[in-house]
């Protein structure tokens, strides 16, 4: 009776761990490591491509994937003031395996949609500090329902929307610092 017992224990203590890394939500991209150097195509000194990223793990209790880009760092890091947004997408299908590099909008699923990044456009822009080097930071959310009622929403007005509906996240931060001129 004592190894019943164990055994309960055991599967019930399974039951409510976290998920293993491997079941976890993971972000990645074949351009940079994580907390490596942006290359220059990606940035406004290049070709202000979006890089190519790839993700893994997606929750089953996901229905939809969003991501948000932005600088923590802006607009100075020995004196950061407020996240500068470089991107801001949701409604991604939870089956797409990533965002392929110098991504169109037009490629996108019709479902995705775009909110505003901090010059109020859409689409994405890449790092271009004024000054020292910049982290920016990818954060992919999985959620558990499809966000209605938004137009061309803002990072805060996204992340709201959000609340309440994240089941897995991930982050990938690269970085960047301008050449001197």
């Known amino acids: ?78 004196a950061p003031q407020k996240p500068w947004v470089h991107w801001v997408l949701y ?21 995705a949609q775009q909110g505003a990044n901090g010059w109020n456009r859409t ?6 500090p004024p000054s020292g080097r910049h982290r920016y930071v990818y954060k992919l959310y999985a959620l558990d329902t499809v966000l209605v009622g938004l137009a061309s929403p803002s990072k805060a007005e996204l992340e709201h929307a959000m609340s309440g509906h994240i089941v897995g996240e991930a982050q990938l931060v690269g970085t960047y610092q301008r050449a001197a001129h």
């Not at 070709?47 to 100075?76: E, M, Q």
């Open 1 to 78: 009776m004592k190894h019943a017992g164990s055994l309960t224990i055991a599967l019930l203590l399974a039951a409510l761990a976290p998920a293993s890394a491997q079941e976890s939500l993971k972000l990645t991209s074949t351009a940079f490591a994580a907390d490596g150097a942006i290359p220059r195509p990606h940035t406004c000194d290049g070709g202000d491509r979006s890089p190519p990223l790839a993700w893994s793990g997606v929750p089953a209790a996901a229905k939809t994937l969003a991501l948000i880009v932005d600088d923590p760092d802006a607009p100075d890091p020995r």
């Open 91 to 111: 409604n991604l299908p939870v089956d797409m395996p990533g965002l392929a590099e110098a991504l169109d909008p037009t490629d996108l699923p019709p479902q």
């Open 123 to 128: 689409g994405y822009r890449g790092p271009c």
